[in-house]
C-alpha cells in the first residue's frame, strides 16, 4: 500500500516561490498589469465655476467629418504617432488666416494625429460641470489628496513621441524675435490672468497655439477647483517656458546642455509647468501651503488630461523642476 503524501514546511514554502515567480515573469512582460486602467477613457467632466466653454473656434470642419458621433473612436485606439513620422510632419502646417471669426487651424495631414485632434476637440467643447463644494448635508467637501503612483512611470512621454504631433499641429518654426513678430497670426498671447501666471520668460515668449492655450486653461482652471475641494489655499499654476525661436533654442544650449536641439518648445504647443513654484492666491488661511503637497494636486490633475488624451507630458526632474506638456 503506498504511502500517503505529507506536506511539509518546506513544500509549502517551495510552492509559494514557485508561484511568487511565476507572477514576477508575468509583471515583467507586462508592468501595466497590475493597475486597474480605464480603457474607454471616457470623457470625464472637469470641474468648473462656469458653465462657458472656451471662446476659440475648434469646431471640426464638416470636410474632415461629417458627424462626430460616427466616428466611434476613443483614445485608447489611437496609438501615439511613431519617431519614423517625424519627417513626415515638418512642413504641414499653414500660416493663412481665417475670416475674423474663426481661428486659423492646421491642416494636419498625418490621418492618426488626425483623428485624435477630434476626439481632443470634443473633449474642449463639453459642456462644464458646475463645482460643487457642498455635500447634500451642507458640509464642506475634503477631497484626500492622493497624487500618482510615480511621477516617472505616469509622465514619461519621451521627446520623439511629442515631436510628431507638434510638428503635425504646430507652426513651423521660427528663426528669431524680429520674426516672430510678424508671425502672430494662428498663435494666442498667454499672460499672467485669474487661473495661471507667467515668469519672467527669457529663453522663449507667452504665445502658444490656440489648442495648447486651451489645453494650458483647463489644467490650470482644474488644479485651481482641486485646491477648492481638497481644503488647500487656493494656489496658481506658474508656466516658466512657452514658443521658442530657433535662436532662443541655440541660446539655451549654451547655459543648458540637457535643452533639445529639436525642441517641441518651436512648435507653439508646448509649455513647461513648474512643480516647485505656485502663486497664492488666499494668504489669509493660516500657514502657507508645502509646494510638494501642492505639485501631488498638480500631478492628479496632469494625470486626469493625460488619460483622457488631450497632452503628452514629460517629468523633468533635473534642472528644469517642471512638466514638459505637448497639446495633442
Known sequence: MPRPLKFTKLHYIALFLSITGMLSIVRCVNPNIAYNHNSN?????????????????????????????????TTSELPAPTPTEISQNEDVTQNTVDTATTT??????????????????????????????????????????????SYHHCFNDLNDVQLAT?????????EDRKEAAKRT?????????????????????????????ICLEEIARAFIDSC???????????????LRTE????????VNLNASENSCHQYGTTFDISYNHFI?????????????????ILAEVLEDQHQLGTCYIKYEHLRSACFHITAR
Open 166 to 174: 507638434a510638428q503635425a499641429i504646430g507652426i513651423n518654426r521660427i
Open 247 to 254: 535662436k532662443d533654442v541655440r541660446r539655451l544650449r549654451r
Open 280 to 296: 497664492p492666491v488666499e494668504t489669509n488661511r493660516g500657514n502657507a501651503t508645502s509646494s510638494t503637497r501642492l505639485k501631488q
Open 228 to 242: 477648492v475641494t481638497k481644503g488647500v489655499p487656493t494656489h496658481k499654476i506658474v508656466l516658466t517656458s512657452v
Open 41 to 73: 477613457h471616457k470623457v470625464l467632466p472637469l470641474n468648473d465655476t462656469t458653465n462657458n466653454a472656451p471662446s476659440y473656434d475648434l469646431t471640426p470642419s464638416t470636410s474632415a467629418i461629417d458627424n462626430l458621433a460616427d466616428l466611434e473612436i
Open 104 to 149: 486659423p487651424k492646421p491642416v494636419i495631414r498625418n490621418p492618426r494625429i488626425a483623428r485624435h485632434s477630434i476626439v481632443v476637440d470634443s473633449i474642449f467643447l463639453r459642456e462644464r460641470r458646475p463645482l460643487t463644494i457642498m455635500d447634500e448635508k451642507g458640509q464642506r467637501i475634503r477631497n484626500r489628496i492622493v497624487s500618482v503612483r
Open 185 to 213: 497670426d494662428g498663435l494666442v498671447f498667454v499672460g499672467d490672468n485669474p487661473y495661471y501666471g507667467v515668469k519672467e520668460l527669457t529663453h522663449s515668449i507667452p504665445y502658444l497655439v490656440p489648442r495648447a492655450a
